[in-house]
């Protein structure tokens, strides 16, 4: 079995930093892609960004140059660095990922619970 979990929400003024982290566990043979979503009230699921396996990234307009994704293969983790942040950043972040487990090395998409970002003064 594999397990993606998110942590590292919570609460920060406008413009303060916050670092999210994902960290898939269990029986990983590998992962591709690792994604970040976020859902704010009243809306639907929106792609942050996204980083490949060789360290590719791109992301949502609205956050390009405050948001950086990065990765650590070797723990199987990923993460969302959120600077200046915006009272329109507030949402449920979550974290999605192609992973492959050892039973047959076929990847399939995984999501985590999601972790709460609240930007306010």
């Known amino acids: 079995q594999v397990q993606l979990v998110e942590s590292g929400g919570g609460l920060v003024q406008p413009g303060g930093s916050l670092r999210l982290s994902c960290a898939a566990s269990?029986?990983?043979?590998?992962?591709?892609?690792m994604r970040w979503y976020r859902q704010g009230p009243g809306k639907g699921r929106e792609l942050v960004g996204y980083?490949?396996?060789?360290?590719?990234?791109d992301y949502v307009d609205s956050v390009k140059g405050r948001f950086t994704i990065s990765r650590d293969n070797a723990k199987n983790t990923a993460y969302l660095q959120m600077n200046s942040l915006k009272p329109e950043d507030t949402g449920v972040y979550y974290c999605n990922a192609d992973i492959a487990q050892y039973s047959d090395y076929r990847f399939r998409d995984y999501w985590g619970q999601g972790t709460q970002v609240t930007v306010s003064s």
């Open positions: 980083i490949e396996s060789d360290g590719t990234t």
């Open positions: 269990g029986t990983v043979f590998g992962i591709n892609l």
